[in-house]
């Protein structure tokens, strides 16, 4: 487990040991429950169906959550609240957990961004999100990367970089050992963040391990097709 412990916000990015979650249908409250004996301050956990798109919820009264612990019905792979005391989380194996804090706004953000997300733009409409229902600046906002697949592990095929190929940053992001092929997720990530007008010295990378290669973690692509771990983010 990995903890942020900010004057204002607190992250928590799971792991195996954690008793992490199982990605059932239904998901698996049990293991939100110990998150909870984690994040003491959580009056109530929020996460949302993830489906790898580009929607999201914003959450700004209490009445949308109406247990301690929910599961938002609708689709979507990010999370806004500007409340207190509520715990927002997304699951991941591989993908890459982003949380923003705005540090005018008081506002907290947790997305799951993979690599069709990242393509799809779901971070441009997270930030757009910020921008025209809360009036944040990018200029404001803290970044923190969790665990994802990054760069010494993620190989990908010839026929991905198709996706890629509308970015500008595709050679920053794309990298050549032994004939293999390597994409750097959180680098794209964090291009995409720049280009948006975030400062680079706001994007905090020290929880960025590697799923892949560093097993307290569950990676997907190393074998863990159900379980994940989860990653969220509470303002105190
Ligand atoms: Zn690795």
Redesign the pocket.
Known sequence: MLLHNGSSFVIYFGDKKDRCVKATRNYSFTSFKNIKKVLPNAEKLVFIKQEHGVEGVCIDDHSQIPTEITLFKQKGDFIITSLRKVGIGILSADCLPLVIYDLTKHIIAVAHVGWKGAVGDIVLNLINTLKNKYGSKPSDFNIYFGPC??????QVENIFLKHLENFSFIDNVIFKRDEKIFFNLPRFIKFQLINFGVKEENIHKEYN??????TRFYSYRRGDIENRQASVVLLK
């Open positions: 697949a990054k760069v010494c592990c993620y391990n590697c799923t892949i290669c560093d």
